[in-house]
C-alpha cells in the first residue's frame, strides 16, 4: 500500500505535515508506505530537524504550490507541478492508493473530479464527517457538509446510500439506520426537496430509512447512524459544532465527551463518490491531525471503500 501525502498542505506545512508523517508511519504495517509529494529540500529539512530517516518515506519533488486563496481550477491547470497535481496525477495512474491533503478544498475536489472522476451512476460525489454521540465511542454520519449546497431529491437518495456503505465499513455497522434531517419527523414536514427525497427512501431496499430526524437528534445515536441533508445545512452544522467545542475550550471545561468534536482526532474526511481515495484535511492541521489524516488514508484504502461504492453503484 502507498499512501500519498501532499507535504505542502496546510497552514503549518510541510513542518506538520513532516510530523505528522513520521508519526503515522510508525503506526503503518511494513508493506505500508508515505509518499511526500512537495519540496524536497524543505521535507529533508524537516526530517533531519526530528531526526528521522529520510529513507523510510519517498519524497516526489514538486516545484510548485497550490496556495489557498488561488482559483482552484485556474491554479491546477497553471501550476503543473504542485503538490496536488502531480499527487493526483500518481492516483489516476495507480502509482499510489490513496492521496491526502490538507491543502486548498478547492484543488483537491476539482482534482478528484477531473483527475479520477466520479463513480459511474453517481450523480455528485459528497463530503461526510462524524458526529459523536453518547459516552461510548460512536459517531453519527453527515452528509453532505459543504460540495453541494443545492441538492435534487434523488442525489439526497444516493447520500443515503453513501453513507450507508461508509457506516457499514468504517463504523462497523452491520445495518446502518438511514435518516433525512428536517424541520420535523413527519412524514409531511419540511420543503419541497426533502418531501420528495421521503418519498423516494421511504420504500428503499438499498438502505435502512428510518425517516426524518430533528437538529436535536444528530448527537444521539437512539434512531440513526446515517444523516442525510444538503451541503449547505450539513455545513453550518458542522461550522456550529466547531464553535460549540472551540467555546467550551476557551472556557477551560474539560470534559471526554466534547473532547470528541477535536478534528485533530479525525484528520479528515473522504470524498465519496469518486474512483479513488481522496481525503480532505483541515486547513489548520498540526501533526496529530495530520497523523490521523493519514490513517485515515489508510483505512479508507484497506478496507476497500471506493470499490464497494462502484458495486453498489453497478
Same mark, same amino acid.
Given at each position: 500500500m502507498r499512501i500519498g501525502v501532499d507535504a505542502m498542505g496546510g497552514d503549518y506545512a510541510p513542518a506538520a505535515v513532516v510530523a505528522g508523517a513520521i508519526i503515522a508511519q510508525k503506526q503503518l504495517l511494513p508493506e505500508q508506505h508515505i509518499v511526500l509529494?512537495?519540496? /524536497?529540500?524543505?521535507? &529533508?529539512? /524537516? $526530517?533531519? &530537524?526530528?531526526n528521522a530517516n529520510p529513507f523510510d518515506f519517498e519524497i516526489v519533488h514538486c516545484s510548485e504550490v497550490i496556495e489557498m486563496g488561488e482559483n482552484p481550477a485556474k491554479s491546477l491547470t497553471k501550476k503543473p507541478d504542485s503538490s496536488i497535481a502531480v499527487g493526483f496525477k500518481w492516483l489516476a495512474t495507480g502509482k499510489i492508493d490513496g492521496f491526502a491533503s490538507a491543502g486548498s478544498t478547492g484543488a483537491m475536489l476539482v482534482g478528484a473530479m477531473y483527475a479520477i472522476k466520479s463513480i459511474p451512476g453517481i450523480i455528485r460525489p459528497a463530503i461526510a464527517s462524524y458526529i459523536p454521540v453518547g459516552l461510548e465511542n460512536k459517531f453519527n454520519l453527515i452528509l453532505d457538509?459543504?460540495?453541494?449546497?443545492d441538492c435534487r431529491p434523488d442525489v439526497l437518495y444516493q447520500y443515503a446510500m453513501l453513507g450507508s456503505i461508509f457506516s457499514k465499513l468504517i463504523f462497523n455497522n452491520e445495518e446502518?439506520?438511514?435518516?433525512? $434531517?428536517?424541520?420535523?419527523?413527519? /412524514? /409531511? !414536514?419540511?420543503?419541497?426537496?426533502? &418531501?420528495?427525497?421521503?418519498?423516494?427512501m421511504k420504500d428503499s431496499t438499498d438502505f435502512k430509512f428510518v425517516g426524518n430526524v430533528e437538529g436535536n437528534d444528530l448527537f444521539s445515536n437512539q434512531k440513526t447512524d446515517v444523516v442525510v441533508c444538503d451541503g449547505f445545512v450539513g455545513n453550518v452544522v458542522l461550522k456550529e459544532a466547531e464553535a460549540f467545542y472551540h467555546?467550551? !475550550?476557551a472556557r477551560k471545561i474539560e470534559d471526554p465527551y466534547f473532547e470528541r468534536f477535536n478534528f485533530e482526532n479525525y484528520g479528515g474526511t473522504p470524498i465519496l463518490g469518486v474512483n479513488a481515495p481522496v481525503i480532505i484535511g483541515h486547513g489548520i492541521s498540526n501533526a496529530k491531525a495530520i497523523m490521523n489524516m493519514i490513517l485515515q488514508t489508510q483505512e479508507v484504502i484497506a478496507t476497500n471503500l471506493c470499490g464497494k461504492i462502484k458495486e453498489a453503484f453497478n
Open positions: 509529494f512537495g519540496d /524536497e529540500a524543505l521535507i &529533508k529539512a /524537516e $526530517l533531519a &530537524k526530528l457538509v459543504g460540495i453541494n449546497p446502518p439506520r438511514v435518516a433525512l $434531517l428536517n424541520i420535523g419527523e413527519e /412524514e /409531511e !414536514k419540511g420543503n419541497l426537496v426533502s &418531501k420528495s427525497a421521503f418519498e423516494l467555546l467550551i !475550550k
